[in-house]
Every structure is written in C-alpha cells, then in structure tokens.
C-alpha cells in the first residue's frame, strides 16, 4: 500500500470538511479512527467488511444519513438509507441480505414525514430483495437533530471464489462507469441552497445490487474492484483506488458522460462534475480482455445505458490521478477538499 | 637594465565563459608583451602572467574597462606568485574542478557583424541561419553541463569542418573559441515542412509561400518553438488565435528592424535600448494611433509587445516572406510548456501550424522569449526568460560564511523556480502552468539542470502554502527543510532582495489572489516586514468570487458581488439585470447570499475586475489580467483630479462607496475612460495612504511595491509619486517580474534567512 506521508489532523475541532467525503475525511478517519480501532478487516478501508464465517464469507457494513431536503426529486432520505448500505454490499461482491434501520428523531418531527420516510424504506427494501430485520429510535430535543437522521447497517454473503478488492488493481486495467456523473450531487445543491436554476434534475439514487451481479457475470474474474462514488464524486473514488492500488489512474475527460444539464449548473456554480456525489453509479476496474464484455453488460442494464470507459490504470506515479484535459495537457484530479480556492492569480 | 619580473595569478568570477573572455586576454596580454597562460575553469577564468608589474596593473585595470559587451565580472582576485619563467602567452584547454561559481551565459542576440556576414552574398555565411560567434548566439539553450565548451553543449553533435577549425583556434578571429560556431558546411541545417510533405529544396522559398497564403507556420527557433504568420493578414491572425483558442491576449509580433517598430509603435531611448539589447526581449510599446495594423493582433489595446530578430533564422524568415512585421508567438497549446523536439512539435502543434521550419540543433534548455515594459522610465520585467536566464541576482545574506543553498518552488501560474547560493539569486526561466503534468515535468528537469551547473543541491525550501498549489505539493516531495513562506511576503521579499534591504520595510503588495495566513485569499495588502518575518498592517476590502475560479475567469460575477456589497438586495438585483443583461445575474446573486462556492478574496485584481467589469470594458476573462490590463489601457493618458471616496476602517480600506460612485457615473454616462482612470486612482491612493501610515507607524522610509498588479504603469507611477510626495522611499522591483514569475526569488530568501541564524 502506498501512503507517503501518515496524515496527522491539523485541526483541533471537527469540522464541516471532515465529512466531506475527500481529503479532510480521509485525515479524520487515518488519524483518529483507524489508530484506535486497528485491525487488518478495518484497514482494508473497503465500502464493507468481508468476514469469514463458518466457512461463508459475510460482507458487512453501515451508514448514517443526514441528507437535507429530506424529499428530493428522484428519492428521499429513506430511499438513500436503503439503496446506500444495499449498494456498499454489492459494490463488494456481495448479495445484501438483512437490514438493520435506526432513527435519530428530533422532537416535533410530524409523524407524517416520518411515515413517508418508513414507507419509503420499505418499498426500496422490496426492490433490493433485502429485508430489514432489527432496529432502534431515539428521540432527541428540539434543535438538537435537523428532523431527522437515520444509520442502517447491513449483511450479504459473497459468493465461494470472489476475490475484489484494490488488491487486485494492476496497470493495464480499464476504469469503466456505469452512467452520468454528478446526479445526485447537483439535484441536492440546487434544491438546498434555496436558488432558482429553472432546471429539473433528479438524484440518480438506485439498488445498484443487479447491475453488480450483471457486471460480475459479464465480467467473471477479469472484474478487480467496484466501488460507487458516492460522497466526493469520481474523484474521491480514483484517488482511493490509486492510493489503495499503488498505481496511478489516467482519466479521459472527454469520455466521462456528464448531463448537460448538470454541466451547466456546475459551470455557474464553479464545481467540477468528477467531485460531486453519486448515488445510483458504479465504477469497476476491469482487466482490460474483460472490459468489452463488462461495458456492453452495464449498457444492456436499465442502470447503465450511459456506460462508458473512462480511465486506464498505470504503474508510474504511484497514488497519482490525472485527467487528460479537453483542451490539451494533464492535469492532477485531486482528491475534493472542500471548498477549491482559486489557484489563479 | 634588468626589468623585475612578476607572476601574477588572477582570477575571474562572473559571466566570463562564452562570451570571448580568453581571447580578449590573449589580445591584452600578448600587446603588452607578457608572458603566461589564461584557462576556463568553473569558478571561472583563471589568468597567469608574467611580465614588468606595470604592465600586469594595465591588464587587470583593462580586464575591466576593456572586457567584451556580454561579460559581467563578479569579482577579479589577484595573488602574486614567484617568477616562473612562463612561455609565450597562449589559450589553454579548459579543467574541471570542485567550485562553481563560473556561468552558463545568457542567449544573445545577433550581433551587428554576423548580421552583416549573413546578408553578404559574398561571405561564406550568406543566408545562413545558425551563424553566430563570440559576441552572440545561443548559450543557455545548447548548454548541457559545465564548463561551457563545445563538447558539453547540443552543438557537439557537429563536428567542426576545416574552415570553421581555423576560425576557432585562431586567437585573432572573432570566433575564437566560440563553442556552437558552425557553417553551412558542417553545421545544423534547416528544413520546411508544409502540407505536401518536407520541402527538398531551399525552405526560404517555401516558408515565404505558406506565409504570403495565410498559413500559420511552427519555427523552431532557440529556445523552442514559434507560431507565425502574416502580422499585416487579419484572417491569418485570426486563424492563429481560434487554433491556439487564444481569442484576446495580445500576440507578440517580431519587426524586420527599428525602422519598422517606429513605423507602428512610439519608441523613446529607453524602449529601443532594450530593444536592440543583447537579450532582444518582447518590449511593450504604446501602438501609434494610426499604426496600419490589423486589430486581431491586439483585440482593444493599445500597446504591441515588439521584438526584433534575434538570430539569423529570424533574420531570414523576415527577409524571406518579403515583410517588416511576423506575428511571433509562443509555440505551445495553451497552458503548456514550449514543445521542445521536432517530433513533438509535429504532434502537440499539428491541429494549430500548417507548417513547420525545423532544424536539427536540439535545445537543451528550453526557454521562452521575455517580456518587458518600460515603465517609469526604466525597464519592468514581465516575464524574465530568454537572455536573461542564468544571469545571478546578488542578495543579501542572513550571516557571514557558508550557507545552505536555498529554492523557493514558486507560483502556480507563471512558475519559475530560484536558487540561491553563495549569495547570488539563480531565477531560472519561465516554467508556465504548474497545474498540468507536463509543467511540472518540466520544472524539474529545469531544476536538476541548474542544479548540476550550480553542483548545488537545495537544503532549505520555501514554498507557499496554498493547499491546492501543485507545485507546493513538489516542493513538499522533494528532500530537504521546507518552510511555508506566505505569497504576499514573498512578494515583498523579492523587492526587498534584490535592493539589498535588510532593514524592515512597507510593502505594497496589489495582485489577484493569493492565500493567507488566515486561510483566505489576499492580494491587496499593505504589510510590514523584512527577509524573515511579515505582519498584515492593513487590506483592501473582501469581495466573495462566486463560483472560485469561475469569477476570475468571469469578472462580471465579480461586479454581482460588489454591487450585492455595495447596495441593499433589490437594488442589487435591479443594478445587476441591467449591467449584466443575458447573464444569471440573479443566480449568482444566490450564490453570494447562501455562500455558495463564493470563497472571499481581497486581491487589488479583484477590485479592478469588478470594476472593468461594471464599465463594461470586459465582462469575461480570457487571459491573467484581462480585465485589469482593459480597465488601464481604458484609464491611460487621463489625470484624474481626485480618486472617488473610500474609507479605512480598521485594517479594512473599503472600496464599496468608490463602487457606488462609479457605478452612479456609468449611469450617468460619465465616459468609461474617465470612471476607470478614477477608480484605479482610488486604489492607488488607498494603498499608498494606508502604507504611509504605516511607514510612520512603524518607523521605516522604504516602501517596496510588489504584485503582478504594479505592471500597469499609471498605476506604479501614481503610487510611487503618491509616497515621494510624502518623503518615502520607493522600492520598485527591476530585476525580476513583480508579479508571480519573481515570487520563488522571494520564498528562497525567506526560507534561507528564516532557518539561518542572526549574526
């Protein structure tokens, strides 16, 4: 594993940034959680954990949600807490199983949004062919939760002979995503900060587990990881798989499908469209004989008309990840920091 | 009747190498009748003579009145030895050696009698295009190591015919030891390739006949490449600049000879001085009113960055397409560095040139033409590259004795890196964009370069702490102590350095963003400090960018978020919608109210692109200083009488009632040029007020300006003239660019006096 300076935490209070899914969170996480909890499932830093079992191997995981508008176009908050745990299961091999769902309720939440939110949960559980089978609430008083927050936690079993992971990321191999980039991520933004962009954008929030299954039966053992690049976007992902992998990655701006329409937003907003999040978009490394196979699954999925090949994995710079710009030249993809400030001077 | 005999060992430091040093010597020397030996050795030239001490006085006093136009002596060291009994005076081959302090020379330019050689059809260099000798011709750009001799430079690869032999160990022959002499008999050749494959014949006639058809040509010249084409053709020009998606920033353009600048340009003693100087840099010039020049050259200024020719290929290429003006510009894609071999010319450029004139001498050292101005009746660099580039900077040292050898990494945009060791600042050439990968491979292959001529490897590093500069990033991987230095102290620090001040000073720093202690952007500072340490004495006002880069890029988001400062909310959007129109004013008026993406910043670049941008001089950015170089060609040659209000309250000179105020006299009809020249007015007087308090506050004389900002003249003589009114003493960077290029010089000194001991 390739890590060249042990990050330290700078800051002495938690900050926003600290979840941002980039840079900071990766500090917070190397200096604070990994020391701590040690062990060597942990510093996988894999989406789940994948346990030996009684001769099974259980895939293991969890996450909170505290998504603001909890309604959004395309999905809700509980949507997400489903479809999110669901897919960390999938993104490892994994067939999700069972659920565990809790609630952190702020005092005089109406208990109607809170059946619409349950209700929700419910029907994505029904589509992802999980079952959601033990859970908790707590209330907390008024101001001290923004309505409410939700963890879910969730086991599947990876199949006999699977073997995914960064570990298995080697040069030559071709980076392929299942759709458009920065879906999720710009329909939120457009809805929270309370602007009119008269454009209508749905988060692509989804069961991301049949579209796995599809890309491993295309692919067979020729597929190497699968990660979807939710908080951080894009590049969050290839940087972990660089990092992870000890090689670099060499994207093709040209070949990513962004929407227009999510182009246009992020061009007046100054964002780049590879650091926002995804919600219902996976990325798997391929070796590159499995490639032609994988991409033409993912396009015959509901999920992945859009797929394309969009990176290829290379042995110099290790932990390095360059996008080959439209108007020429190469430039590093770093990981998301926060708010970018200009470089120009 | 016996005359005493002496031995005398002298010892030269400076810029003696390839320049015509040794033969100068020999010339002195055998006229006076010594005796003795003059050798290269890295620490120089290195003399021994023996005669009657009167006449080895008159060889070290002619040493210095006499030595040839491109040397530069540091230091002449004499010791006096025993008689030896040495032979009869001769040229020696060169040694190595441990020290280095000899160095590589600048690039000079075509000297008057190799000019005449190529244009005599006569001389056996008629039309020749790599001719050159003792006083011109590439340097930096062939040289791979030390000492500079033949063998060591990229004209190794060309072994000298007969003819060329003579003139190169004949000690009377201009091209005495002149390391890349060559002919066309056994030197590098030039070739053209056009859109039916290389040309066979002669490449002038060809080169003409895609020139006279509107083509644009790659040339590769001395220290890269070269776009050109018909300066007099408006759609070749265009052509150029929709190719190299370069749709506004003025192009250079190369005149036949000073006849030709006059004839479109105002030239005063100074410009043409520089002009015609052995470095042959890009000189900015006003344009005269009625110049017959094609507007695309130079979309809305009125000024043109002029140079001559500078080697005999251009000399030629003019000759060649029958013309006294080529456009001349950098022969790269935007954002890259200059392409350096043929083969990736052909491939990065194939999609901008329909032609190519290459040659076979490669370049070792890449190096892009510099860029000055004169201003306040003396040169400002622009950009500090060819023909300048190694030349030292001497800078004060923080102790006596040995110090560790310092870089400072440099900017983000207009890198360049600098050494500094045995006093002497080494700013190296113009890197360019350090955010792509291939500027970054350049940079360090430009650092080891001067490393090995130096044979110094950096201790200390300064860099800045921006945490999203790439080229911090390198510095903080590269071994060695690193040392943050923050951009604006560097700024001030270069000034500083290169006026040899050591005592604390004011500095006013005026450029577009920079990051702060605090973690925000600066850039319109007025600071206290000196080589080690700095504190913010007061700031221009902050205005949020909404969308970060994207306002830069768009300064009239930059106006939205003055005016959403300036004016209660509906009056803002009122003001925006009918500034703005067809623009989401109101979106971005958003973003400045939920904070969206809209990090503050205070830089003076700021400031005057909003208001370029609500004068409507220039509402979309498409080079560095776009808007701030409109709003000063729109201000120049008016004298306002008075700046419009502003206030200091606090640290804060606030710049928003000034805001008001000019945007009352747009609606007012008030001339754009005449708003314009008065806000930048204001920001001259509200820096240079708020300096002169501090100054007083802090006990100091000097004020130092720095910033890319300070390129704008009206603007440096008015904050100059502004403090002199007050008994201050100004500080004008001369050495090296005010802007970003002269930063690294600034973090260098910093890093090295920081982690120095006081004396």
Redesign the interface.
């Known amino acids: 594993m390739h890590q060249?300076n042990p990050p330290r935490l700078r800051d002495t209070h938690v900050l926003l940034g600290h979840g941002s899914g980039g840079k900071m969170s990766a500090e917070l996480i190397q200096s604070v959680f990994l020391p701590a909890f040690h062990n060597p499932l942990l510093s996988n830093l894999n989406d789940q954990a994948v346990l030996p079992l009684a001769g099974a191997r259980l895939a293991f995981t969890t996450d909170s949600f505290v998504v603001s508008p909890r309604f959004f176009p395309g999905g809700d908050i509980g949507h997400l807490a489903v479809n999110g745990t669901v897919n960390d299961l999938a993104m490892g091999g994994a067939q999700p199983l069972y659920l565990s769902a809790s609630f952190i309720l702020e005092e005089g939440l109406p208990v109607g949004e809170l059946q619409r939110v349950v209700d929700s949960m419910a029907a994505a559980a029904r589509t992802a062919g999980v079952q959601i089978v033990t859970g908790d609430t707590k209330v907390v008083e008024r101001g001290s939760a923004d309505g409410l927050f939700i963890t879910t936690a969730g086991v599947g079993l990876v199949p006999a002979g699977l073997d995914l992971g960064t570990h298995r990321i080697a040069p030559g191999d071709v980076v392929i995503v299942s759709g458009t980039m920065g879906d999720h991520g710009v329909a939120i933004?457009t809805l929270r900060?309370?602007?009119?962009?008269s454009v209508h954008l749905q988060s692509d929030t989804a069961c991301l587990s049949g579209l796995a299954a599809a890309v491993l039966a295309a692919g067979g053992d020729g597929v190497k990881a699968m990660r979807d690049p939710t908080r951080g976007g894009l590049a969050a992902t290839l940087n972990e798989f660089a990092q992870a992998a000890g090689t670099s990655i060499l994207l093709d701006e040209a070949a990513v499908p962004v929407r227009p329409e999510v182009r246009g937003v992020c061009?007046?907003?100054?964002?780049d469209p590879f650091n926002v999040a995804n919600e219902g978009k996976l990325v798997a490394v391929v070796a590159p004989e499995a490639a032609p196979a994988v991409l033409a699954a993912m396009r015959e999925h509901p999920l992945g008309h859009n797929a394309a090949a969009v990176a290829r994995v290379l042995a110099e710079e290790p932990g390095m990840v360059?996008v080959r710009?439209q108007?020429?030249?190469?430039?590093?993809l770093?990981y998301p920091?926060g708010?970018?400030?200009?470089?120009?001077? | 009747m016996a005359v005493t005999v002496t031995r005398w060992r002298l010892q030269i430091t400076g810029t003696v190498q390839g320049v015509g040093f040794r033969p100068f010597v020999y010339r002195v020397a055998t006229a006076l009748g010594l005796r003795g030996c003059v050798w290269n050795s890295p620490a120089g030239v290195v003399i021994e003579a023996e005669g009657p001490a009167g006449a080895l006085a008159e060889l070290r006093q002619r040493l210095e009145s006499d030595a040839p136009p491109l040397a530069r002596l540091a230091a002449i060291d004499v010791v006096e030895l025993p008689p030896a009994g040495l032979g009869p005076f001769c040229i020696a081959g060169s040694q190595g050696g441990a020290e280095r302090a000899a160095l590589v020379p600048p690039d000079a330019a075509l000297c008057p009698e190799c000019r005449a050689e190529v244009l005599a059809p006569e001389d056996r260099r008629y039309g020749y295009p790599f001719t050159n000798c003792t006083h011109c011709g590439p340097r930096f750009t062939i040289v791979r190591a030390l000492p500079y001799d033949r063998p060591q430079t990229t004209m190794a690869a060309f072994p000298l015919c007969p003819d060329c032999t003579r003139e190169y160990h004949d000690p009377r022959d201009r091209r005495f030891h002149a390391q890349p002499v060559a002919c066309p008999r056994c030197g590098p050749r030039a070739w053209f390739i056009g859109a039916g494959g290389t040309c066979t014949g002669e490449w002038a006639p060809a080169f003409a006949g895609a020139i006279q058809a509107g083509q644009v040509v790659a040339v590769r010249g001395l220290g890269g490449f070269h776009l050109t084409c018909a300066a007099h053709d408006p759609e070749a020009v265009a052509r150029l600049r929709q190719r190299k998606?370069r749709p506004d920033k003025p192009l250079a353009v190369m005149a036949r000879d000073l006849a030709a600048v006059r004839r479109y340009c105002h030239l005063s003693a100074a410009e043409e001085a520089l002009l015609a100087s052995p470095a042959a840099p890009v000189v900015v010039l006003q344009r005269r009113a009625d110049a017959p020049l094609p507007a695309e050259l130079a979309p809305g200024a009125r000024t043109l960055g002029v140079m001559l020719p500078y080697t005999p290929l251009h000399l030629l290429l003019l000759a060649a397409a029958g013309t006294d003006l080529l456009v001349m510009t950098s022969g790269n894609?935007?954002?890259?560095p200059l392409a350096r071999d043929n083969e990736d010319a052909m491939a990065?450029l194939a999609d901008v040139a329909d032609a190519f004139l290459l040659h076979d001498r490669e370049i070792a050292n890449r190096c892009d033409d510099s860029v000055l101005r004169v201003v306040d009746g003396a040169p400002l660099f622009y950009r500090r590259s060819r023909g300048y580039v190694p030349v030292p900077i001497p800078v004060p040292a923080p102790a006596p004795g040995h110090h560790p050898t310092a870089l400072g990494a440099g900017?983000?945009?207009?890198n360049a890196f600098c050494l500094v060791t045995g006093g002497q600042a080494f700013l190296s050439q113009h890197i360019g964009e350090m955010?792509?990968?291939?500027g970054q491979a350049f940079f360090r292959e430009a650092l080891a370069r001067l490393s090995r001529f130096l044979e110094v490897t950096p201790e200390v590093i300064g860099y800045d702490p921006?945490?999203?500069?790439?080229v911090s990033r390198l510095a903080l991987?590269l071994p060695g102590t690193h040392c943050p230095v923050q951009h604006h102290h560097a700024h001030l620090a270069a000034v500083l350095a290169e006026h040899g001040v050591v005592e604390p000073a004011v500095g006013i720093i005026l450029?577009?963003?920079?990051?702060g202690d605090d973690g925000t952007?600066w850039?319109g500072e007025i600071l206290a400090g000196d080589l080690r340490t700095c504190r913010r004495v007061a700031h221009l006002g902050y205005l949020p960018?909404?969308?970060?880069?994207?306002?830069?890029?768009q300064p009239w988001r930059t106006a939205v978020s003055a005016l959403a400062l300036a004016y209660a909310p509906d009056e803002a959007e009122r003001l925006a919608e009918a500034l703005f129109p067809g623009r989401?004013a109101?979106?971005?008026l958003?973003?400045v109210?939920?904070r969206?993406?809209s990090?503050p910043?205070c830089g003076a670049?700021r400031w005057l692109d909003a208001a370029a941008a609500l004068l409507g001089l220039c509402l979309d950015s498409t080079y560095?200083g776009h808007a701030a170089t409109a709003l000063a060609e729109a201000a120049t040659g008016l004298a306002p009488a008075a700046p419009y209000p502003w206030r200091q309250e606090g640290k804060t000179l606030d710049l928003l009632p000034a805001v008001r105020a000019l945007v009352a006299d747009r609606l007012n009809g008030v001339p754009a040029p005449a708003a314009a020249a008065r806000f930048q007015l204001t920001v001259a007087t509200a820096t240079a007020t708020a300096a002169a308090g501090a100054a007083a506050a802090a006990g100091c004389q000097r004020v130092a300006l720095g910033g890319?900002v300070f390129q704008n003249p009206d603007l440096l003589v008015q904050v100059r003239s502004l403090l002199q009114s007050r008994g201050l003493q100004v500080l004008i960077p001369r050495q090296v660019p005010p802007?970003?290029g002269g930063l690294a010089l600034g973090q260098a000194v910093v890093a090295l006096w920081r982690l120095t001991p006081t004396r």
């Not at chain 2, 921006?466 to 790439?470: A, D, I, L, R, V």
């Open positions: 060249v933004l900060s309370g602007m009119d962009f061009e007046l907003l100054g964002l360059y710009t108007v020429g030249g190469t430039r590093p770093e920091s708010e970018q400030l200009p470089r120009i001077c | 998606r894609r935007s954002g890259l990065e900017g983000e945009m207009k955010d792509v990968r291939e921006h945490p999203g500069y790439q991987g450029d577009g963003t920079g990051y952007l850039g960018l909404p969308g970060g880069e994207r306002a830069i890029r989401p109101r979106a971005v958003g973003m109210r939920e969206l993406n990090p910043a670049g560095e890319g802007g970003d």
